[in-house]
């Protein structure tokens, strides 16, 4: 049994608002392997962010409760976790690489002295002189290709594109060595040739220190060519998981089939008509199944109950009432992930 | 088609309601969220009640004009004279409630001047950002911002006749600007968004793209500064009472109180922090409730 | 062959950027558009495909060419267009949130091109949005709702509907579905499809979405700093594909299905970045990025060519690359 980076279980979490509790995220389960690439694939307004922002503590506590659930960092329960231990593990143990490399350096600082704060306060380097830390910073822009380091250390954030200053981003995420990297979405904002390039660079970085990753993206093209396994996630729920080709070979749940169906082929055959309707009102979910009200196989059972999980085949996970029926006997345990693993 | 007319008419009525409520909703809970705005909106409406029925809440309103009382002049804040009176025996307390009339005519006047005509000029020049009306526009609201409010303020009103009025075109004269300013800047960004590209490239005219497409996206932030402003001219009027150049007495006004309270320090010390105290509250009030208003238009947050 | 909808005859579109610099967003371009198509036009983000869309649009003056729309030069000396071109083309934007005034209703949005073209008379005005919100399959209660309540593909329904009041003849759609999420996609795309069928409309496309391109367009356009790199029919477009430029696109898209895989061209890499269109390099703008470079291209720019009926490619290794 591999050991697990990222251990989530049965985790919610409410955002406060005006209406009421928002209930984004429902019970959900997940876990990371040490040197797994995992995805995390949703559409907008999921709640995949909310959870992987969460995992790091990064959301204000005034808006946010979380009712139920642990998030097992290591082994150490990171929700309740002290300020010292929360400090090592942003320092040392996961990391979040963010949607927007516009926003994420900041404007008025060079790449160098960016770099040279974060390898300050990593705690790795305490007594680096500075050509020491010249030393690591190069280093670390070396590693996410980028030729010339000298150059890019003096230059200010609008003085590179986008895709470059994507690999800093992931470069200053990468100066002190990390268990966990998370990409929340890193090419979004990206022309797809740089995407490509960022996507194989990644792949690589991650490979080679034996590090976890966490990719979070809408895309399932990127996640096929990205990850060895992959998290549906729909209206705050894990709808289905299993392992890449298993996906892409039997997708199961309606959802997962619909999402497939939307994409539009290389290979033609024009446009499936999409999934009809939104994704749920947090605030008021549906009673059973969130999928519910958009599922074209949906009966009275889903509008009433919680679908369980049922294991269809070895790690391959699916939350839906279709598939109950058959192996029912396994479906209510909680926690189901971690026995079969 | 024709038959939909009627539900047409129908579902207006019904339809409308229930988006609008719901966005007061909103705009409540958002400006609840802070208890000072609350606290800021209960001293506004304490402010207007004693503006308008100062008449009946003031025990002595005879006070107000030319009354003098030495029997029972220079009197500490008692029973019967909760603030105290002045050299000549007036009630402090009724002439203070008199001041709040004053004060919010004067921001109300001043206002009602200053925030249109600023806010088509800004609207004029943002739209034509970049040409030559935008530099002539600017340029000259650039002249008015550089010379300090206060000492254009007292220029004006010196050179006049000093009284309410002038004090008020006086200080609505060096208001006007700081509108200009911030509608410029809202409506040069508002109009490279692409819903105004559209209404010029469907042929709409400039009034239309000027009133009813930008114009609307600037509202927020002209409300919220009115609301802080309504302070900011109290204190500035207060502050040209106070050199003489605003009401003339016997009428009352805060700063002319406090100047003429000024020479009775320390002895005679309610005749100044009353008044005093009287600013504080309305400045206090209107701050407050700007914050809320803020607030309330900001759109990010739960 | 049918009609010429739009044609544009070397069309440059120069940007000043300090003394004597120019961004060359457009710098070149010809193709024309026939009635009934649907034309995609591919590029990367600063490849000015945008740039092009709102030239033709008259947001910009162009600094040089002409544009040909149904048979009429449309580029006089002023930056304007006529009433009838306004009627009959229209532009439908990226940003479903930018699009639409937050502070208008639906009815508000709609009526402003019924109002200035006099589409209908004023009392009729209320039942002709009804019909349009038809058109686009959202419900009448649409009308009174304002753009901040509703969601992204709702909106851009909104936005196309609003294209259609004027019951024009060409509709140019800047990215329309680049910021919706792949299930709402489908359905903006279908119904686009529908009304193309059914009104007889023709687009131009501006997307970087290959996957997209291949099951709406008849033709694609592929640019590059500012030029066309290969014009197509979308078949043989994705199927034999000239240019390296064009390889390199296909090659980086994700793609969910082995059968897409067997598309993607093997022999090429995505390396480098679109170079500034302040400082285009010498030569072939693409020699860069290309594996295939010569010292000709670092020196010649090569001028388009017709290499099949309909199928144009700039590129002056391509024929020998394809080995023809």
Redesign the interface.
């Known amino acids: 049994m591999a050991e697990k980076v990222l251990n989530i279980q049965d985790l919610s979490i409410w ?4 209406r009421g509790m ?1 209930k984004v995220v429902d019970h959900i389960d997940m876990f990371v392997n040490k040197g797994e690439k995992v995805g995390l694939v949703g559409e907008s307004g999921c709640g995949k962010t909310t959870t992987m922002k969460t995992i790091l503590r990064v959301i204000d506590k005034d ?1 946010i409760h979380v009712p139920n659930g642990t998030v097992e960092f290591n082994g150490k329960n990171v929700l309740k976790m002290n300020k010292d231990e929360l400090l090592e593990l942003r320092r040392k143990g996961a990391s979040m690489i963010s949607q927007s490399p516009m926003s994420a350096l900041n404007p008025v600082f060079t790449i160098g002295e960016q770099l040279f704060d974060i390898i300050k306060f990593s705690g790795q380097y305490p007594k680096a002189t500075k050509a020491e830390m010249i030393e690591v910073a190069k280093q670390a822009i070396t590693s996410v290709m980028l030729s010339d380091p000298d150059r890019i250390m003096d230059s200010y954030p609008h003085q590179l594109s986008g895709g470059m200053r994507q690999r800093i981003c992931i470069a200053s995420s990468l100066v002190t060595p990390r268990d966990l990297l998370i990409a929340d979405e890193p090419c979004t904002a990206l022309d797809v040739t740089i995407q490509d390039q960022i996507h194989r660079m990644l792949r690589e970085l991650v490979e080679e220190k034996g590090r976890s990753l966490i990719m979070i993206t809408h895309s399932l093209g990127v996640a096929r060519e990205l990850v060895d396994r992959i998290y549906i996630m729909y209206g705050g729920n894990i709808v289905e998981s299993c392992r890449t080709q298993d996906l892409f070979d039997n997708p199961s749940h309606p959802y997962t089939v619909g999402l497939m169906e939307c994409v539009p082929r290389l290979s033609g055959g024009g446009l499936s008509a999409g999934i009809y309707g939104y994704v749920p009102d947090y605030v008021n979910p549906p009673e059973g199944c969130r999928f519910c009200p958009r599922c074209k196989d949906a009966k009275e059972i889903c509008k009433k109950k919680r679908p369980p999980k049922v294991e269809i085949s070895p790690e391959h996970f699916v939350s839906c009432f279709k598939y109950a029926g058959a192996s029912a006997s396994q479906s209510e345990e909680e926690g189901g992930a971690e026995k079969h693993e | ?2 038959g ?2 009627n ?2 008419a129908a ?2 009525k019904g ?2 309601s229930p ?1 609008a409520k719901e966005n007061l ?2 705009y409540w ?2 400006f609840t969220r802070n208890r000072l705005s609350v606290f800021g909106l209960i001293l506004v409406c304490l402010s207007l009640l004693f503006a308008i029925f100062a008449k009946q809440i003031v025990p002595y309103p005879e006070h107000i004009g030319t009354f003098v009382d030495y029997a029972n002049a220079s009197q500490a804040p008692s029973g019967s004279y909760w603030f105290g009176t002045d050299q000549m025996g007036r009630d402090v307390f009724s002439r203070v409630i008199y001041c709040f009339r004053g004060a919010l005519l004067m921001s109300v006047v001043v206002l009602a001047i200053a925030v249109p005509v600023g806010t088509l000029l800004g609207l004029i020049a943002g739209y034509y950002h970049g040409t030559k009306i935008d530099t002539v526009i600017m340029r000259i609201t650039d002249v008015f911002l550089s010379v300090p409010a206060l000492i254009l303020a007292l220029c004006i009103a010196s050179i006049l006749k000093p009284n309410m009025m002038n004090s008020m075109l006086a200080v609505t004269i060096m208001w006007w600007p700081w509108y200009t300013r911030l509608v410029y800047g809202q409506a040069s960004s508002i109009s490279g ?3 105004v ?8 005219s400039k009034m ?1 793209i000027m009133l ?2 930008i114009l ?2 600037c ?1 927020s932030p002209i409300f919220t500064k009115m609301a802080l402003d309504v302070g900011w001219v109290i204190l500035m009027g207060a502050s040209l009472s106070f050199v003489g150049l605003g009401e003339q007495p016997p009428t009352p006004a805060f700063g002319q109180m406090i100047s003429d309270g000024a020479s009775y320090m320390p002895d005679m010390w309610w005749m100044t922090i009353f008044p005093a105290v009287g600013v504080a509250f309305m400045i206090l009030g209107f701050n407050f409730l700007g914050d809320g208003i803020r607030d309330m238009f900001d759109k990010g947050g ?1 | 062959m049918s009609k010429e909808i739009l044609t544009l005859k070397d069309l440059k579109q120069y940007f000043p950027a300090g003394k004597d610099r120019f961004v060359r967003a457009v710098d070149g371009v010809n193709f024309t558009i026939y009635e009934g198509e649907v034309m995609g036009l591919v590029g990367e983000s600063g490849s000015g495909k945008s740039t092009i869309a709102y030239t033709v ?3 910009y003056q162009q600094t040089d060419g002409e544009i040909v729309f149904n048979g009429e030069t449309i580029t006089g000396k002023t930056k304007g ?1 006529s ?1 009838d071109f ?1 009627r009959n083309a ?2 439908v ?1 990226q ?1 479903p949130g ?7 209703d639906v009815r ?2 709609l009526s ?2 019924l109002k ?2 006099n589409i209908v008379p004023k009392n009729e005005i ?2 002709k949005i ?2 349009i919100l038809e058109m686009v399959e959202l419900p ?2 649409f ?4 753009p901040n ?1 509703i969601g992204g593909g709702e909106r851009q329904l909104v936005s196309i509907a ?1 294209a259609l009041c ?1 019951d024009p003849k060409f509709i140019i759609l800047d990215e329309p579905t680049s910021s919706l999420d792949v299930s709402i996609q489908a359905k903006i795309l279908n119904m686009l499809m529908k009304l193309h069928e059914e009104k007889k409309l023709t687009y131009m496309f501006i997307t970087h979405d290959m996957g997209v391109m291949r099951n709406v367009s008849t033709k694609i356009a592929i640019m590059y700093l500012g030029k066309i790199c290969e014009i197509a029919p979308t078949k043989t477009f994705y199927e034999e594909p000239l240019h390296p430029y064009t390889q390199m696109l296909l090659s980086a898209i994700p793609v969910i299905s082995p059968e897409e895989e067997a598309l993607k061209p093997k022999k090429i890499k995505c390396e480098g970045e679109i170079p500034s269109p302040v400082n285009l390099p010498s030569g072939c703008s693409f020699h860069t990025r290309c594996p295939f470079k010569t010292e000709l291209c670092m020196k010649e720019d090569p001028q388009m060519r017709e290499v099949e009926p309909g199928h144009f490619v700039r590129c002056h290794r391509c024929m020998e690359l394809a080995g023809k």
């Open positions: 955002y406060k608002t005006y928002s808006i | 088609m024709s939909d007319v539900m047409t579902k207006k339809l409308l988006s909703r909103i809970y958002k968004e692409y819903f590209k559209n209404a010029e490239l469907v042929g709409a239309h009813k497409e609307p996206n509202l739960h | 649009m008259g947001m267009r009433k306004r229209q532009i934007f940003d930018s699009s639409l005034n937050p502070y208008q508000q949005i402003l091109p200035v073209h209320e039942d009804l019909e009448p209660d009308m009174y709702k304002s309540s609003r004027s």
